[in-house]
């Protein structure tokens, strides 16, 4: 409930922040009145409003620009992303290098621009623009055999000055498992706010992920892959122990080092005490079926 889709848009309904925001008050009041009923408390009112554009943008995790929360803000201007293609390989029937508007043509207008609000789990409330991931594998074909996705970032020494830093093993790379980048919330986004989405937050076009921790959503993507196998991910390849292949958002099983029982939104104000985080991080009746009879502290 803390983040949701709408698949009903047109592109009247991707406006600027200030329009955002009244639609927000319309939210509010709508809900103010108990049209969802009474499952809906105001915290959950709350937890649908939007973080600004300002904080979306600058206070962001990028480590090819800074491991430091406003380094990419600073510094990722120099990603160079015209003429961006993404290599698609693996076990698909259309592999090749494509842009994104080629892996989004014959798409419609809606399903282009769905809009979606997400919770990350550090804490934002982001209106991502995008697609479903599953209407670009569904375009390349995947084959019988695949049971994973693996995802590569841009590796620009050049472009990237936090590369030179061993801090993670580059490029930056992500997995799923074919089930989970199909389910209609995984999103390939590229654009915030209905507007085209900042390098600093992964232009021009990224992984969201909304059950995962943050790390799961992996920036400007330049290889999708299809394999048989579990693919590596860069924060397990540094710590195993401590960042496992699923990284579902569970409240119930803490990273070694620190609770993950609750969370604090950013940009709060003053009055912003920390809320319960919820199973995947409210999304559980959506996906909680995709790990049937999976011992969720084991595949953590
Ligand atoms: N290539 C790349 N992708 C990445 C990261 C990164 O360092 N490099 N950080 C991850 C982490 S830890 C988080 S919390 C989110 C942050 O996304 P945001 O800055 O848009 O909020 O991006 C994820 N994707
Ligand atoms: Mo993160």
């Not at 848009?9 to 925001?21: F, H, I, K």
């Not at 282009?112 to 209106?127: D, K, L, N, Q, T």
């Not at 943050?214 to 579990?230: A, P, Q």
């Amino acid at each position: 409930m803390a983040c949701r889709w709408t698949n009903d848009l047109t592109q009247a309904d991707v406006t600027p922040e200030s329009l955002w925001l009244n639609r927000r008050q319309v939210i509010g009041g709508a809900l103010g009145a108990g049209a969802l009923g009474s499952i809906v408390s105001p915290a959950m009112a709350e937890a649908l409003k939007p973080t600004s554009w300002d904080d979306i943008t600058s206070y962001n995790n990028y480590y090819e620009f800074g491991t430091g929360k406003e380094d990419p803000a600073a510094n990722a201007h120099t990603l160079n992303t015209s003429g961006w293609a993404i290599e698609v390989d693996g076990m698909v029937d259309a592999p090749g290098r494509y842009s994104v508007a080629t892996l989004t043509e014959g798409l419609t207008k809606e399903e282009r621009i769905y809009r979606f609000r997400c919770v990350e789990a550090w804490s934002m409330v982001v209106p991502w623009n995008g697609f479903e991931l599953k209407d670009i594998l569904d375009k390349v074909g995947v084959q019988s055999g695949a049971k994973y996705v693996a995802f590569e970032t841009a590796f620009r020494p050049d472009q990237m000055p936090g590369v030179r830093y061993g801090v993670l093993d580059w490029p930056y790379r992500e997995g799923l498992r074919l089930d989970e980048a199909m389910n209609p919330l995984t999103l390939m986004a590229t654009g915030i706010y209905g507007k085209s989405i900042p390098n600093q937050n992964g232009a021009p076009i990224r992984l969201v992920v909304p059950w995962k921790y943050g790390f799961k959503s992996i920036k400007s993507i330049v290889r999708i892959t299809l394999t048989d196998k579990e693919p590596p991910s860069s924060w397990n390849t540094s710590n195993a122990r401590e960042y496992g292949f699923y990284s579902n958002v569970n409240p119930t099983v803490d990273h070694p080092r620190w609770s993950q029982a609750l969370e604090r939104k950013i940009g709060g104000g003053l009055f912003n005490p920390r809320k319960p985080t919820l199973m995947f991080n409210g999304y559980e009746d959506e996906v909680a079926s995709l790990y049937d009879g999976m011992d969720l502290e084991k595949f953590f």
